[in-house]
């Protein structure tokens, strides 16, 4: 797609995705959402910037190795789990914290953050690699408008 109105909308629209899926991400931790739904939602902002930008400027505009992404975001969800075990409750007990900060106020964090954290940047590298490797795998369009060819004997 090479249309002007496609990527000056899609760079909004990108932008917007990414927020919104941030703020899936952190009201996960105490209501429906989280990690996964976010993750989903930071792909379609990703995604978009392939379909608007073509791969090369996507690559730019997000330069991660997400491989690397899906192994930090595994390590930190299987850590957390380990985490309870540590403190000798079972395998993926959350925790919870609340902080008192002078000018933020009360803050309450949960270990639940954490996970949803690692799932989030699973999914994220999951779907992004996949795009990546059917990109790479796709054959070279078609020129759209061939030279004609001259009309043989056997045509008519």
């Given at each position: 797609?090479?249309?002007?109105?496609?990527?000056?909308?899609?760079?909004?629209?990108?932008?917007?995705?990414?927020?919104?899926?941030?703020?899936?991400?952190?009201?996960?931790?105490?209501?429906?959402?989280?990690?996964?739904?976010?993750?989903?939602?930071?792909?379609?902002?990703?995604?978009?910037?392939?379909?608007?930008?073509?791969?090369?400027?996507?690559?730019?505009?997000?330069?991660f190795?997400?491989?690397?992404?899906?192994?930090?975001?595994?390590?930190?969800?299987?850590?957390?789990?380990?985490?309870?075990?540590l403190?000798?409750?079972?395998?993926?007990?959350?925790?919870?914290?609340?902080?008192?900060?002078?000018?933020?106020?009360?803050?309450?964090l949960?270990?639940?953050?954490?996970?949803?954290?690692?799932?989030?940047?699973?999914?994220?590298?999951?779907?992004?690699?996949?795009?990546?490797?059917?990109?790479?795998?796709?054959?070279?369009?078609?020129?759209?408008?061939?030279?004609?060819?001259?009309?043989?004997?056997?045509?008519?």
């Amino acid at each position: 797609m090479n249309s002007l109105l496609v990527r000056a909308s899609s760079t909004l629209a990108i932008y917007i995705s990414l927020a919104f899926s941030v703020f899936l991400l952190l009201r996960g931790h105490n209501l429906p959402g989280g990690g996964f739904i976010g993750g989903m939602m930071a792909s379609t902002g990703i995604v978009l910037s392939y379909l608007a930008f073509g791969r090369h400027k996507a690559e730019r505009l997000f330069p991660f190795n997400f491989l690397y992404l899906i192994s930090f975001g595994l390590m930190l969800a299987i850590l957390t789990g380990f985490g309870a075990k540590l403190l000798g409750l079972p395998f993926l007990t959350s925790g919870f914290w609340e902080f008192e900060f002078p000018v933020i106020g009360h803050v309450a964090l949960s270990s639940v953050l954490a996970f949803d954290i690692g799932v989030y940047l699973v999914v994220v590298g999951t779907v992004v690699t996949i795009l990546q490797s059917l990109a790479q795998d796709a054959p070279a369009s078609p020129k759209r408008n061939p030279k004609p060819q001259p009309a043989t004997e056997e045509d008519a």
